[in-house]
């Protein structure tokens, strides 16, 4: 029995900590960043998008990212009409090649705004502010900047989607 609370109070923090940043229901501003693949400047401006933008981060090393890109390939096809995405990749610079080779790989054919990961734990701005913490972790957003969903579960961007269709 104490096993078992032991788990379920793991899972139960896991699940705060993933949400520690801003959470469905707040509103983000628009933000830039340098591409990964073109190194051009990015300016992400909600209003200027189309109805809804999807903020990805990920990792290059994270077997659950790997695992649910060809979904989130799926997804996006089905709703290309809809929705911008971006990608936030957090890495290490030697680890940028491999991340840039894994967007080839996947398809994963939109902006991807690096993110440096450092020894020091502050350094990925985006991913600072957000307070993202669990990889991957998904956030859609409406034309205002609100924040529709905020999930590591691809699953949950889904049926929001399905919902606002």
């Known amino acids: 029995m104490k096993k078992l609370l032991a788990i379920v109070l793991l899972l139960w923090a896991t699940q705060l900590s993933a949400q520690d940043g801003p959470t469905a229901g707040s509103a983000l501003r628009s933000l830039s960043g340098v591409d990964m693949i ?33 979904a989130l390939v799926t997804l996006i096809k089905d709703y290309e009409s809809k929705i911008t995405v971006y990608g936030f990749p957090y890495e290490y610079k030697q680890q940028i090649p491999a991340a840039k080779a894994m967007t080839a790989k996947y398809k994963l054919n939109w902006a991807h705004l690096l993110q440096y990961r ?29 924040i529709l969903v905020r999930s590591g579960s691809l699953e949950d961007v889904q049926v929001v989607l399905k919902r606002l269709d």
């Open 118 to 146: 450092q020894t020091n734990p502050e350094g990925a701005n985006v991913i600072d502010v957000l307070k993202i913490n669990e990889f991957p972790t998904y956030m859609l957003l409406d034309k205002e900047g609100m």
């Open 38 to 70: 073109s190194g051009k400047v990015i300016d992400v401006v909600f209003r200027e998008a189309k109805e809804y933008t999807l903020f990805h981060f990920w990792k290059s090393e994270s077997d659950s990212c790997i695992k649910q890109f060809p």
